[in-house]
């Protein structure tokens, strides 16, 4: 180069670009560049959800394990629980955890509003299967406060274009038939609240009178049926209804006249007819005052009374549902004809006194 120094100028330039090159991690021909595919695609494998659960299953699995060596052994060998949950789909309302039992404890069933309807063939099925099969003892129908689907069927308009609409149509029709209570609260979030309890009481009747459960009380089984309801603001169930089941002296833990011997069956229905539990006269306030031995605070006797109270309705009207006979019918029409054919007389006989 000539003697003002080009050269010297210009290899500093060329320097600078090979090293540049050399370092830029972006650049397809630098050294790191398939190390930064590689942390790419790790932060992709990372991301997958479904692998991040798997990672959590192998340490939940090898936890067992080293607690319990026999333990996926003994759940392979029997599947024997005691109890049936029929629950809402709520991710918050997970059956096993709230109960603190263990895999292999509670046959479960999860939908959207923890229904019970008879046109559901999933809930029916679960329900067969657990009874027939499982031989389970106790059923527990569990609703919480502040559902969602609660809270829709109070909000959502019946018109409204979606399937959670139909779904539901049972809660709004719970709604409709208790809509003077509801509509005397002060607000929505209470209205959602005692709906959620009305709605626990209705599905409690939806099993009682399935004919799974009917038949497996007409072959003798001990199977008994309960109605709950969970908060998720203490984490604590809270019992609504129960237990039901085909035995006479139901509710006789509670220490008062009024809970004495009646049975759940259809001959004693068919001789009181509609008046087969008097719970309309039971004195609340008196049934409290008379816990008091008992022990408790003044709300846990109120919630016993108010549970022996909805099982003695919910009982009426499984005895009304299931009385419900040909035989029965047609004695209530002879008995009706007979009525009316003697209104009629008593008519015509006041209408030739009013003549003369």
Same mark, same amino acid.
């Given at each position: 180069?000539?003697?003002?120094?080009?050269? &010297?100028?210009?290899?500093?330039?060329?320097?600078?670009?090979?090293?540049?090159?050399?370092?830029?991690?972006?650049?397809?021909?630098?050294?790191?560049?398939?190390?930064?595919?590689?942390?790419?695609?790790?932060?992709?494998? !990372?991301?997958?959800?479904? !692998?991040?659960?798997?990672?959590?299953?192998?340490?939940?699995?090898?936890?067992?394990?080293?607690?319990?060596?026999?333990?996926?052994?003994?759940?392979?060998?029997?599947?024997?629980?005691?109890?049936?949950?029929?629950?809402?789909?709520?991710?918050?309302?997970?059956?096993?955890?709230?109960?603190?039992?263990?895999?292999?404890?509670?046959?479960?069933?999860?939908?959207?509003?923890?229904?019970?309807?008879?046109?559901?063939?999933?809930?029916?099925?679960?329900?067969?299967?657990?009874?027939?099969?499982?031989?389970?003892?106790?059923?527990?129908?569990?609703?919480?406060?502040?559902?969602?689907?609660?809270? @829709?069927?109070?909000?959502?308009?019946? &018109?409204?274009?979606?399937?959670?609409?139909?779904?539901?149509?049972?809660?709004?029709?719970?709604?409709?038939?208790?809509?003077?209570?509801?509509? @005397?609260?002060?607000?929505?979030?209470?209205?959602?609240?005692?709906?959620?309890?009305?709605?626990?009481?209705?599905?409690?009747?939806?099993?009682?009178?399935?004919?799974?459960?009917?038949?497996?009380?007409?072959?003798?089984?001990?199977?008994?049926?309960?109605?709950?309801?969970?908060?998720?603001?203490?984490?604590?169930? &809270?019992?609504?209804?129960?237990?039901?089941?085909?035995?006479?002296?139901?509710?006789?833990?509670?220490?008062?006249?009024?809970?004495? !011997?009646?049975?759940? !069956?259809?001959?004693?229905?068919?001789?009181?007819?509609?008046?087969?539990?008097?719970?309309?006269?039971?004195?609340?306030?008196?049934?409290?005052?008379?816990?008091?031995?008992?022990?408790?605070?003044?709300?846990?006797?109120?919630?016993?009374?108010?549970?022996?109270?909805?099982?003695?309705?919910?009982?009426?009207?499984?005895?009304?549902?299931?009385?419900?006979?040909?035989?029965?019918?047609?004695?209530?029409? &002879?008995?009706?004809? @007979?009525?009316?054919?003697?209104?009629?007389?008593?008519?015509?006989?006041?209408?030739?006194? @009013?003549?003369?």
């Amino acid at each position: 180069m000539d003697s003002n120094g080009t050269v &010297k100028d210009v290899l500093p330039g060329i320097l600078q670009h090979n090293v540049s090159n050399s370092t830029d991690p972006d650049s397809p021909s630098s050294p790191l560049s398939p190390i930064r595919n590689q942390l790419a695609q790790r932060r992709s494998f !990372d991301a997958d959800p479904l !692998d991040k659960l798997l990672r959590k299953n192998k340490t939940w699995s090898a936890s067992r394990i080293s607690e319990d060596p026999e333990y996926f052994n003994r759940l392979c060998t029997q599947q024997a629980p005691e109890y049936l949950w029929i629950g809402c789909s709520d991710s918050r309302v997970p059956a096993n955890a709230i109960l603190g039992l263990e895999p292999g404890e509670v046959f479960v069933q999860r939908n959207v509003g923890n229904q019970a309807t008879h046109t559901d063939l999933n809930c029916m099925s679960c329900l067969e299967y657990s009874v027939k099969e499982l031989k389970v003892r106790n059923i527990i129908l569990c609703g919480h406060y502040g559902c969602g689907a609660v809270r @829709a069927a109070l909000k959502m308009p019946s &018109k409204t274009h979606n399937l959670v609409n139909c779904w539901i149509s049972d809660i709004r029709e719970c709604r409709n038939q208790h809509r003077a209570e509801l509509m @005397a609260l002060p607000n929505l979030e209470a209205q959602t609240d005692r709906l959620c309890e009305l709605n626990v009481l209705r599905q409690t009747f939806h099993v009682c009178t399935s004919p799974v459960v009917q038949s497996a009380w007409d072959r003798g089984q001990s199977l008994h049926i309960y109605g709950v309801i969970y908060s998720l603001k203490d984490g604590l169930i &809270k019992k609504l209804v129960g237990p039901i089941s085909k035995s006479a002296l139901l509710l006789h833990w509670i220490p008062h006249p009024a809970a004495g !011997d009646f049975a759940h !069956d259809q001959a004693t229905f068919e001789q009181r007819g509609n008046s087969f539990v008097g719970y309309d006269s039971v004195d609340r306030e008196r049934m409290v005052e008379e816990l008091s031995p008992v022990g408790g605070s003044y709300r846990s006797r109120v919630d016993a009374v108010n549970a022996y109270i909805n099982t003695m309705e919910v009982n009426n009207r499984i005895a009304q549902h299931v009385g419900w006979t040909e035989d029965f019918t047609a004695t209530e029409a &002879k008995s009706t004809v @007979a009525s009316a054919a003697a209104v009629a007389a008593d008519v015509a006989t006041l209408a030739v006194s @009013a003549a003369h």
